[in-house]
């Protein structure tokens, strides 16, 4: 099992840049697969940016080119730079954490940090 905690949202004008940061607790971090979400209001959540175990990556379009996941399995966190913001950036943000295991898949949820981009 593993827990986590994000930080580093805030508010930032347009064109600015933010790192969150997701502190992963408990035992085997470098297995998950990490990924961040994130929720805007009346809106679904949905896939910000992922990183695999084995360092494979992926973008949701409106965030390719601006957006970079970075883990370090070390120090047991996943981090997302945001650079180039923009008002439809505004969000709830969060981690997750994914593990397969013998056909079961594991997701755990950060509780979210607020990222919002407003001159």
């Known amino acids: 099992q593993v827990q986590l905690v994000e930080s580093g949202g805030g508010l930032v004008q347009p064109g600015g840049s933010l790192r969150l940061s997701c502190a992963a607790s408990?035992?085997?971090?470098?297995?998950?697969?990490m990924a961040w979400y994130r929720q805007a209001p009346g809106k679904q959540r949905e896939l910000v940016a992922a990183?695999?175990?084995?360092?494979?990556?992926n973008y949701a379009d409106s965030v390719k080119g601006r957006f970079t996941i970075s883990r370090d399995n070390a120090k047991n966190m996943v981090y997302l730079q945001m650079n180039s913001l923009k008002p439809e950036d505004t969000a709830v943000y969060y981690c997750?954490?994914?593990?397969?295991?013998?056909?079961?898949?594991?997701?755990?949820w950060g509780q979210g940090t607020q990222v919002t981009v407003s001159s």
């Open positions: 997750h954490a994914q593990r397969i295991r013998i056909g079961t898949t594991y997701d755990y």
């Open positions: 408990g035992s085997s971090f470098s297995i998950y697969n």
């Open positions: 990183r695999t175990n084995i360092g494979n990556t």
